[in-house]
């Protein structure tokens, strides 16, 4: 099975800074990434998904940017932090299109 | 918007079966269904999945109905560990990658 690693577990940044989130993923190649933002009490939403180095898609317009530079590597950055970007992000892969995503542990990002 | 309908929350006494329902009553003919859940502050965890046949696992049951528009997810002797947002997805469309998440519903197994 795979192994999704998102650091940091928690984060705290003031309005207006960056942000930079990873997420890498063991146990297999050519995986489909995913980010997705939980807020408090919500449920998920997906953010960007990737079928591949260099190809995102977006599902929601937003203050958000994802990158794919690696087959196993998934950031989500941000030029410029607002109060609604926090969260908790969670980064999920998967196989391919019709077998289950395996999630990470997530980052709980609060924006002051 | 999700494609599938759950209650908000359900309470299950400890060591009784759990059956939450899912409508998604939109299904396409290749569109599976998933069931996810989870577990205060972590990432969810995938419990079973099924296109048209039941399907068990040795986590719970899919019930899947004839015309594919509900089914249900059976925790045969829910325990306190089962405690979770239960969700229920399905695939949006065929040659896309995404999956939906809805609010789930919230299940709470009582001692």
């Known amino acids: 099975s795979q192994t999704i690693h998102q650091w940091p577990a928690t984060l705290v940044q003031p309005v207006g800074s960056p942000l930079s989130l990873e997420c890498t993923v063991e146990g297999t190649s050519n995986p489909n990434l995913y980010w997705y933002r939980q807020a408090a009490g919500r449920g998920l939403q997906l953010l960007f998904y990737s079928v591949g180095i260099g190809q995102i898609s977006s599902e929601v317009p937003q203050n958000l940017s994802a990158s794919r530079p690696q087959d196993r590597q998934f950031i989500l950055s941000s030029k410029k932090l607002l109060l609604s970007d926090s969260g908790f992000y969670l980064c999920?892969?998967?196989?391919?299109?019709?077998?289950?995503?395996?999630f990470g542990p997530g980052t709980r990002l609060t924006v002051l | 918007d999700a494609k599938t309908t759950q209650p908000t929350s359900m309470d299950c006494a400890e060591g009784r079966a759990a059956n939450l329902p899912c409508n998604h009553s939109t299904i396409s003919g290749n569109e599976y269904v998933y069931w996810y859940r989870q577990i205060h502050s972590q990432g969810p965890q995938y419990i079973i999945h099924g296109l048209k046949n039941n399907e068990t696992n040795e986590m719970a049951s899919l019930i899947i109905t004839e015309d594919r528009k509900s089914s249900t997810l059976i925790l045969p002797h829910a325990t306190l560990r089962d405690t979770a947002v239960y969700y229920c997805?399905?695939?949006?469309?065929?040659?896309?990658?995404?999956?939906?998440f809805g609010t789930g519903t919230r299940l709470k197994v009582l001692a």
């Open positions: 999920a892969s998967s196989g391919s299109s019709y077998n289950e995503q395996f």
């Open positions: 997805i399905v695939r949006v469309t065929s040659g896309t990658y995404k999956y939906i």
